[in-house]
């Protein structure tokens, strides 16, 4: 199986950066895609950046030109940085790869991380 941890999430003024941090592990025999996603309290979860194995990325438009997604492909991690956040910004990140495994066939599927707080406050 696939075993996906976060972290990096915490408290930060709005305007201030924070960089989260998504680590895969296990039996990973090749990745489709990376996402980042973020549920507020009384909303539904919802796309913030993805990553294509070939490297392709695209954004929610709420975030664009101040989130970036990145990754160090020999560590099996992916990196949300977030600039100049904002208060609306508070919410439970969580990082998902879509991969296959080993003993999977070559089929691949969603590997979701525990989620980690974000709060945007002064």
């Known amino acids: 199986q696939v075993h996906v941890v976060e972290s990096g999430g915490g408290l930060v003024q709005p305007g201030g950066s924070l960089r989260l941090s998504c680590a895969a592990s296990g039996s990973i025999f090749s990745i489709n895609a990376m996402g980042w996603y973020r549920q507020a309290p009384g909303k539904q979860r919802e796309l913030v950046a993805s990553m294509s194995s070939e490297g392709r990325t695209n954004y929610a438009d709420s975030v664009k030109g101040r989130f970036t997604i990145s990754s160090d492909n020999a560590k099996n991690t992916v990196f949300l940085q977030m600039n100049s956040v904002k208060p609306e910004d508070t919410a439970v990140y969580y990082c998902?790869?879509?991969?296959?495994?080993?003993?999977?066939?070559?089929?691949?599927?969603?590997?979701w991380g525990q989620g980690t707080q974000v709060t945007v406050s002064s």
């Open positions: 998902k790869w879509v991969a296959s495994t080993t003993s999977g066939w070559g089929i691949p599927h969603d590997y």
